[in-house]
C-alpha cells in the first residue's frame, strides 16, 4: 500500500486559517470515511485530533475541522495558534483491511 | 483514563527477531483494536498491524511476512514480533488503542519505546 500523499509543509501567521490536504485513492480516502488526523509535537506521542472525517474527539477545539471530497480530504485549523506549530498525519482506512498513513506535513506559525 | 505502556528490549541483533508487549490499564483490550505503529527517527509514522481478536488481525503488507500480533485478554496484553530485523527497522515503536465510536482509529497511546538494530 502506498502511502497518503500530504505536502511537505504548511505555514501560516497567528489567527490566519491554513488548509492542510491528504490525497489518496479509491481504495482507501475516497472509499471509506474513516479518515483520520493525529497532531505530533516534537518528541511527543502522536494525538488524534480528527476521526471519521470531520469528527472531534473529546477535548479538541473546534477550530480544528476535516472535509473530504473524492480522494482527497482535507484539515483546516481556524484561528492559528503558536501551539499549532507540529506536525500533522493523515490516515485512512483501506480496501485490503489494513490503515494507511500520510507522509506527515510540517506546520509553522509565522 | 486508558493508559498503555510498551515493553522489550531496546536494543536487537540484525536478523533476529523484535518482540514488544503492550499493557493495557484502566480499560479492557478486550472488544477493542489494539495497534502497533513506528516511526524512524526524523521520519513519519508507519502502520505495522492492528489486533482485534486472534481470528480478526490485519498487517502491513509491507511487513506481513515478518510480522505477528497477537493479544492475551487474561493478562490485558498484546504483543508484537518482527522477524529477521535489519537496520531499516530501528524505530519508536507505538502501541495504540481504539475507542467505542471512533472508527479505525489510535485514540490512546503509549508513551513509545526506541527499538535499534545493532551488532
Known amino acids: 500500500q502506498s502511502a497518503l500523499t500530504q505536502p511537505a509543509s504548511v505555514s501560516g501567521s497567528p489567527g490566519q486559517s491554513i488548509t492542510i490536504s491528504c490525497t489518496g485513492t479509491?481504495?482507501?480516502?475516497?472509499?471509506?470515511?474513516?479518515v483520520s488526523w493525529y497532531q505530533q509535537h516534537p518528541g511527543k506521542v502522536p494525538k488524534l485530533m480528527i476521526y471519521?472525517?470531520?469528527n472531534r474527539p473529546s477535548g479538541v477545539p473546534d477550530r480544528f475541522s476535516g472535509s473530504k471530497s473524492g480522494n482527497t480530504a482535507s484539515l483546516t485549523i481556524s484561528g492559528l495558534q503558536a501551539e499549532d506549530e507540529a506536525d500533522y498525519y493523515c490516515?485512512?482506512?483501506?480496501?485490503?483491511?489494513?490503515?494507511?498513513f500520510g507522509g506527515g506535513t510540517k506546520v509553522t506559525v509565522l | 483514563q486508558v493508559q498503555l505502556q510498551e515493553s522489550g528490549p531496546g536494543l536487537v541483533k540484525p536478523s533476529e527477531t523484535l518482540s514488544l508487549t503492550c499493557t493495557v490499564s484502566?480499560?479492557?483490550?478486550?472488544?477493542?483494536?489494539g495497534y502497533w505503529i513506528r516511526q524512524p527517527a526524523g521520519k513519519g509514522l508507519e502502520w505495522i498491524g492492528r489486533?482485534?481478536?486472534?481470528?480478526?488481525?490485519n498487517y502491513n503488507p509491507s511487513v506481513e511476512s515478518r510480522v505477528t500480533i497477537s493479544v492475551d485478554t487474561s493478562k490485558n496484553q498484546f504483543s508484537l514480533r518482527l522477524r529477521s530485523v535489519t537496520a531499516a527497522d530501528t524505530a519508536v515503536y507505538y502501541c495504540?488503542?481504539?475507542?467505542?465510536?471512533?472508527?479505525?482509529?489510535?485514540?490512546?497511546w503509549g508513551q513509545g519505546t526506541l527499538v535499534t538494530v545493532s551488532s
Open positions: 495504540a488503542r481504539d475507542d467505542i465510536n471512533i472508527g479505525a482509529s489510535a485514540v490512546f
Open positions: 484502566g480499560g479492557p483490550i478486550s472488544g477493542y483494536y
Open positions: 489486533i482485534y481478536t486472534s481470528e480478526n488481525i
Open positions: 479509491s481504495s482507501d480516502v475516497g472509499g471509506y470515511n474513516y
Open positions: 471519521e472525517v470531520s
Open positions: 490516515s485512512s482506512y483501506t480496501t485490503i483491511g489494513t490503515l494507511v
